[in-house]
């Protein structure tokens, strides 16, 4: 069966967790869209999974030796082992959130990683968290999260105030890595530092009033405090850092894009 309407019960459903940070929420779900990061899900988080109807026609109902994408190749394999609904394209088009849908579409459970979980589970000799406080931009929070994974972190730790992490514009911005890295949201962010310190984690806040990192010997189980994108990070959570940082810089800039500086500071 096709659906061929946008006032599907199913379409409208996708249509609010993808617009809507108060709908995933109640929901638990959120929506991932495109072929390569469908790739990287979970198959255990997979919800639900919608394709395209000319998806179906060009990339999964298609002779392997006539198909001309290599990007596809092993589409047809990959959809036998996966259960989904076919969309006629114009009903597509209503969930996607990009201009050129590729016609592939999930709705994904969400994680549900604690600090306990994320303490208890790092390598003590070689750990690097980074904690976010107000983080406003969703490309900076999956762009920090797609780099942490390069760089190796053990988790990411954020305001609850800080973008939804399942904004669909965070989510394209991991490239993947939302699925690999844990993410923990807490109501107090303080309190959360000092649980961390409390745990022999070594805490450095970047700030302007910060010593030059250069000339910083880093502990070997440490957590990078980032602040929001205008004001840094506020005067509490600063204030219990054990260190403060700052990254030299020179000519008249004064700080840096929060995603660029967090991606200095883990790769030091």
Known sequence: MIITST???QIKKIVKLREKSKERKAEGLFVVEGIRIFKEIPAFDIDSVYVSESFVKTYINVDKE???????DNIPDLFSRVDYTVV????FKKLSDTVNPQGVLAVVRMADYTLDEVLNGRNKENSCIVVLDKIQDPGNLGTIIRTGEGAGISAVVMSSDTVDLYNPKVIRSTMGSIFRVPCVIVDD?????????????TTYAAHLDGEDISSVELANDRAFL???????LCDEVASLADKKIKIPMEGEVESLNAAVATAILIYR
Request: proline share 0%.
């Open 66 to 72: 006539s198909a001309t994408d290599n990007r596809y």
């Open 226 to 232: 980032i602040g929001n994108e205008a004001n840094g």
């Open 88 to 91: 006629a394209d114009n009903v």
């Open 7 to 9: 006032s599907n019960d």
């Open 189 to 201: 962010l303080g309190a959360a530092v000092n649980e961390m310190k409390a745990s022999g984690v």
